[in-house]
């Protein structure tokens, strides 16, 4: 796939891209097209009927999990979507994130409590009942989850710890042509806590524009 069929398979539509820019961008870390390829992706699992809830481990101010909503809830199809989050911003980092990448990166940056999350959401227009919440740090959260069947499993995570437990503990769930995204590709930690987990992936794709890979679980992208 290049990169003009990457840039169209993750464009989820110019009313969803101005909805967004107008809604949720300014609230987010990452550039807008990241929350489009979120957005695009959730649509093809909609409009596919893959089976499965939406996942979102590292929450921030909410930006993805509004994208999702937002999609459903134009599409007239309900999704429930999991927010896992500490609320209270990142964790230590460990040994595998020793790179002067995320040096800068330090424990309680980039907090944001569950009410102004959920303050966000509800401004945005999002439906909050669709939402659960999971606060807590991902090794008390994550394991003990009841989340059933997985569509979409976002992980912004930042670290290899954290992306390691939410991998070892979801991953597994993700159904067969489900979409498995990691915003944080460009750390080092977090690459070898997805490849400790599920060891080399069949076609990993960069999101463009961005530092965000994803894949298919057992489907090829064409």
Same mark, same amino acid.
């Given at each position: 796939?290049?990169?003009?069929?990457?840039?169209?398979?993750?464009?989820?539509?110019?009313?969803?891209?101005?909805?967004?820019?107008?809604?949720?961008?300014?609230?987010?870390?990452?550039?807008?097209?990241?929350?489009?390829?979120?957005?695009?992706?959730?649509?093809?699992?909609?409009?596919?009927?893959?089976?499965?809830?939406?996942?979102?481990?590292?929450?921030?101010?909410?930006?993805?999990?509004?994208?999702?909503?937002?999609?459903?809830?134009?599409?007239?199809?309900?999704?429930?979507?999991?927010?896992?989050?500490?609320?209270?911003?990142?964790?230590?980092?460990?040994?595998?994130?020793?790179?002067? #990448?995320?040096?800068?990166?330090?424990?309680?940056?980039?907090?944001?409590?569950?009410?102004?999350?959920?303050?966000?959401?509800?401004?945005?227009?999002?439906?909050?009942?669709?939402?659960?919440?999971?606060?807590?740090?991902?090794?008390?959260?994550?394991?003990?989850?009841?989340?059933?069947?997985?569509?979409? +499993? #976002? +992980?912004?995570?930042?670290?290899?710890?954290?992306?390691?437990?939410?991998?070892?503990?979801?991953?597994?769930?993700?159904?067969?042509?489900?979409?498995?995204?990691?915003?944080?590709?460009?750390?080092?930690?977090?690459?070898?806590?997805?490849?400790?987990?599920?060891?080399?992936?069949?076609?990993?794709?960069?999101?463009?524009?961005?530092?965000?890979?994803?894949?298919?679980?057992?489907?090829?992208?064409?």
């Amino acid at each position: 796939m290049n990169e003009q069929e990457l840039k169209a398979y993750c464009d989820p539509g110019m009313v969803t891209k101005r909805w967004i820019d107008k809604h949720v961008a300014g609230s987010a870390l990452c550039a807008p097209s990241n929350l489009y390829a979120t957005a695009a992706f959730t649509h093809k699992i909609l409009s596919e009927g893959i089976t499965g809830c939406l996942v979102e481990c590292g929450v921030y101010m909410g930006a993805h999990p509004a994208a999702m909503s937002y999609v459903c809830q134009t599409v007239g199809k309900s999704r429930k979507i999991w927010l896992f989050d500490s609320f209270e911003g990142i964790a230590e980092r460990g040994e595998e994130d020793d790179t002067p #990448r995320i040096a800068h990166l330090k424990h309680g940056d980039f907090r944001c409590s569950i009410k102004k999350v959920r303050e966000n959401l509800i401004e945005w227009g999002i439906d909050v009942k669709v939402m659960r919440f999971a606060e807590g740090w991902f090794h008390e959260t994550v394991p003990l989850a009841q989340v059933g069947a997985i569509a979409l +499993l #976002r +992980l912004d995570a930042d670290l290899y710890e954290s992306t390691r437990i939410c991998m070892q503990h979801l991953y597994n769930k993700v159904v067969a042509g489900g979409f498995v995204v990691v915003d944080d590709w460009n750390y080092r930690g977090v690459q070898k806590a997805v490849r400790d987990v599920v060891g080399e992936i069949p076609q990993l794709l960069k999101v463009p524009g961005t530092e965000c890979h994803f894949w298919r679980k057992e489907r090829v992208i064409r």
